[in-house]
């Protein structure tokens, strides 16, 4: 028995964060487009799930067309079993997060971001499943005081702190 590693780079289009995780049921996108619809009356969003069984079809839900269609095209080219991804927008990931990890049937979640995005996924004679994500890019150096004094005025500026 082989594996092959695959690396699908998910396109993240403008104003939007992607969320990347795994489920393990069918119910997992009438149970995520409740979650995610309920979290705030602004948010738009879009669901795929690829399911692992039965009829294997790439399951979708969402009140944005277009972000579910992306969200279904990230599922195609991922193609793993009880993979889902959704695409946020009018939102950000640390206001649903917690939500979606509630859901029952989540299992883990890979990825929560903006930044370019890597799904790392393994192939073998039965399927394909998510080994890991590469988010984003690699540390350039080590936050000065400068840059602390930053990161402390972003968040108040975003209401994150006091």
Do not use: W
């Not at 998910?10 to 619809?37: A, M, R």
């Not at 150096?141 to 209401?159: C, P, Q």
Request: net charge neutral.
């Amino acid at each position: 028995m082989s594996v092959k590693i695959d690396v699908v780079r998910l396109d993240i289009p403008d104003n939007t964060n992607v969320i990347v995780g795994q489920s393990h049921f069918i119910k997992t996108v009438e149970d995520l487009y409740e979650t995610l619809v309920s979290s705030s009356p602004s948010i738009k969003f879009g669901i795929g799930f690829c399911e692992a069984s039965g009829k294997r079809l790439i399951r979708r839900d969402g009140n944005d067309e277009k972000l579910v269609m992306a969200a279904v095209e990230a599922c195609k080219r991922v193609a793993a079993g009880h993979v889902f991804v959704i695409y946020i927008s009018n939102s950000y990931p640390i206001n649903v997060l917690n939500r979606i990890k509630d859901v029952e049937e989540v299992v883990r979640i890979f990825a929560a971001t903006a930044n370019p995005l890597q799904v790392i996924v393994a192939e073998t004679d039965q399927g394909r499943g998510v080994i890991g994500v590469v988010d984003g890019m690699t540390p350039l150096g080590v936050e000065t005081e400068e840059d602390v004094k930053e990161r402390y005025n972003i968040l108040r500026k975003f209401g994150y702190k006091k």
